[in-house]
């Protein structure tokens, strides 16, 4: 099979790489995607639980409980069902086999982070056929097998794949969904099959999607792109008003069938609360800190919130250097008519993701999870664009055969996808701390979004040094109470109470002994005049590090420091920001 053979789903198919194509047999595209997927899923599940809870993730935990003890209820309701449904039966399944199986063998145990993540990992790596399959529908074998092994070796698309939150799972449904469209135009096109019957399955993948996430405005993107055909009288690919009633119907039912909770007065009332955002942080004002600087974190700020740069900084810094040239370079031929009518897919998959994601003023780095694909396909255009040219040049010398095509293509193909799959053992298992050269390297890991970058996760070996050493009835003072007391819990320790740093109430009944958790990432603008002050007044007793990494340093007050640190504070009208 040669690149050239393959019928895109495009009307106006690409000319970049319709000619001259490598040879690939089926065998090696199912082999090559078994690497990708395999080897993608052992980077993502490699020491699974290495990395404690982190406080969203606690809450998905909380969830499961709930469900195991009422049934189906409004429990962390500002989400839908989907991913707390399989996480469910996740968790259940990992205690069984721990009873069953692992009782008298501590290694064969399946800990409980391992279980809530598990489900995300298999959805994250099993990607890697999706993007391959939209990439070769748009534009051709090589661009699809490229993306795949782009995004199977990826630093943050591991990182993102290793926490219990919905972004990998929503995306894996986008993407689903984006298969079947494109196969009902190719459909439409070029054969005179039933194409209606892959808009029906595109729905249905898109009432997934809004029942593990609540993005509905992600349809848009579908609706854009088949819109865009429809002023050319040539147009085959045509649904009319009642098929695109029905496929609404569908989109609601497979929503209803994933997410019936949404049914329950408890979850409008959650979803009320959050979109009013008046949840987040419940005694913290919601902030981010950014590149040194905290910022507001509310959708609503827009512009006056977290910069709109954010995203694009993260691009510039994250993403391993090969993948950066290859989008440089694609991201021109996005504009030349060359690349065909498959660049408006990722124009608009683009578009609806980075306008709005730009100009929002909350921001969290696993949102990025969505458009990462897309990132990943754009960068895949520009390095098959590159073996194009080379084997071009060699076609000038009368070097022009499958085998130095496929042996151009093998090599290059080698290289793009080694750099990130090295960059990602180098970093192994803390993937989200991967910085590349052009952000000054591992040397600032965690600098530029450490709430994205350690989230929580050394609290718990945090919580280990304060069982072992906290004096009896202490309290820790964290910005992540809940979370904290669920690890002292868990190590025996129920006589010490965990409250909120950022709570006036509590820091009046601070006494020497209690604790003070300073972890990176949880820095707000309510706390943050105290930590600089702690700072200035104490040495932590312990700094707990994830890799080589600073993560969480533990305060233990006494008389000097507590009469240098609360009641100067106290006079104090504002922070210091």
């Given at each position: 099979?040669?690149a ?7 009307i106006?198919?690409?000319?970049y790489?319709?000619?001259?194509g490598i040879?690939?047999?089926r065998?090696?595209?199912v082999?090559?995607l ?7 899923f052992?980077l993502r ?6 990395e404690?809870l982190?406080e ?5 935990l909380e969830?499961?409980?709930d ?5 189906l ?10 991913l707390k ?6 968790v259940?399944?990992?205690?069984r ?6 009782q008298?063998n ?7 982070e ?20 939209i990439?070769?529908e748009?534009?051709g074998?090589?661009v699809?097998?490229?993306a ?5 070796f ?5 990182g ?14 986008f ?9 009902s ?11 209606m019957?892959?808009?029906?399955l ?10 593990t996430?609540y993005m509905?405005?992600?349809?848009a ?7 865009t055909f429809?002023a050319l009288?040539?147009?085959k690919?045509?649904?009319?008003q009642?098929?695109w ?14 997410n019936?909770?949404?049914l ?23 902030s ?5 600087v905290?910022y507001?974190?509310k959708l ?5 919130g977290?910069?709109w740069?954010f995203?694009?900084?993260f691009?510039a ?7 950066i040239a ?5 991201l ?10 498959g ?20 921001k969290?780095?696993?949102?990025f ?5 897309a990132?990943m396909?754009i960068?895949?255009i520009?390095?098959a664009f ?14 022009d055969?499958i ?5 151009v293509?093998a090599?290059?193909l080698?290289?793009?996808?080694a ?9 192994t ?7 590349n ?5 591992m ?5 530029y979004?450490p709430?994205?970058e350690f989230f ?8 280990k ?8 009835d ?5 910005e ?11 190590l ?10 950022s709570?006036p ?7 020497p ?6 972890a ?5 603008i309510s706390?943050?005049a ?14 707990v590090s994830?890799?080589?990494?600073p ?26 920001l």
């Amino acid at each position: 099979m040669t690149a050239d053979q393959i019928s895109t789903a495009n009307i106006n198919p690409t000319t970049y790489f319709r000619e001259g194509g490598i040879l690939v047999g089926r065998f090696a595209i199912v082999a090559l995607l078994t690497i990708f997927v395999i080897g993608g899923f052992w980077l993502r599940a490699v020491n699974l639980s290495d990395e404690s809870l982190g406080e969203d993730e606690w809450k998905k935990l909380e969830s499961v409980e709930d469900y195991r003890a009422h049934g189906l209820t409004g429990a962390n309701g500002e989400h839908p069902l989907f991913l707390k449904g399989i996480l469910t039966i996740s968790v259940v399944v990992a205690e069984r086999w721990n009873s069953a199986f692992a009782q008298n063998n501590e290694s064969l145990q399946i800990p409980v982070e391992t279980a809530l993540r598990l489900p995300v990992t298999i959805f994250g790596a099993s990607s890697a056929i999706l993007i391959f399959l939209i990439g070769a529908e748009l534009f051709g074998i090589e661009v699809g097998l490229i993306a795949a092994g782009l995004w199977a070796f990826d630093p943050s698309a591991i990182g993102f794949a290793r926490i219990a939150k919905e972004d990998v799972i929503m995306t894996f449904f986008f993407m689903l969904a984006s298969v079947f469209l494109l196969r009902s135009q190719r459909v439409a096109e070029t054969t005179r099959g039933n194409y209606m019957k892959w808009m029906w399955l595109t729905a249905a993948a898109f009432g997934a999607l809004m029942a593990t996430k609540y993005m509905p405005h992600f349809l848009a993107i579908a609706a854009a792109y088949y819109f865009t055909f429809q002023a050319l009288p040539t147009t085959k690919w045509r649904l009319g008003q009642k098929r695109w009633l029905i496929f609404l119907i569908i989109v609601g039912v497979s929503f209803l069938v994933f997410n019936p909770t949404i049914l329950l007065p408890d979850t409008w009332r959650a979803i009320a609360a959050f979109v009013s955002e008046n949840r987040v942080g419940y005694k913290v004002e919601s902030s981010y800190e950014y590149m040194g600087v905290i910022y507001r974190n509310k959708l609503t700020l827009w512009l006056f919130g977290v910069p709109w740069h954010f995203y694009y900084v993260f691009m510039a810094v994250k993403l391993p250097l090969t993948t950066i040239a290859g989008f440089l370079i694609g991201l021109v031929l996005m504009f030349r008519r060359q690349l065909g009518d498959g660049r408006y897919f990722l124009f608009w998959w683009c578009f609806f993701w980075f306008w709005p994601f730009t100009v929002l003023g909350g921001k969290f780095l696993r949102y990025f999870a969505f458009p990462l694909p897309a990132v990943m396909l754009i960068a895949a255009i520009g390095i098959a664009f590159v073996v194009r040219q080379v084997t071009y040049r060699l076609a000038k010398n009368g070097s022009d055969n499958i085998a130095v095509r496929n042996g151009v293509f093998a090599a290059v193909l080698l290289t793009a996808t080694a750099i990130p799959l090295i960059d990602s053992i180098r970093v192994t298992p803390h993937y989200r701390l991967y910085t590349n050269i052009l952000g000054g390297g591992m040397a600032e890991a965690g600098n530029y979004f450490p709430h994205d970058e350690f989230f929580d996760s050394r609290l718990g070996e945090a919580m280990k040094f304060v069982a072992a050493n906290a004096v009896p009835d202490a309290r820790v003072y964290s910005e992540t109470a809940k979370l904290t007391e669920y690890h002292l819990h868990r190590l025996g320790r129920d006589d010490i109470k965990s409250v909120w740093l950022s709570d006036p109430s509590e820091l009046a009944h601070m006494r020497p002994g209690d604790v003070v958790i300073d972890a990176r990432g949880r820095r707000y603008i309510s706390n943050n005049a105290f930590l600089k002050r702690l700072e200035e007044v104490s040495m932590p007793a312990e700094i707990v590090s994830l890799g080589e990494v600073p993560a969480v340093d533990i305060y233990v007050i006494n008389e000097q420091s507590l009469k240098l640190l609360v009641l100067p504070l106290q006079s104090r009208d504002t922070p210091d920001l």
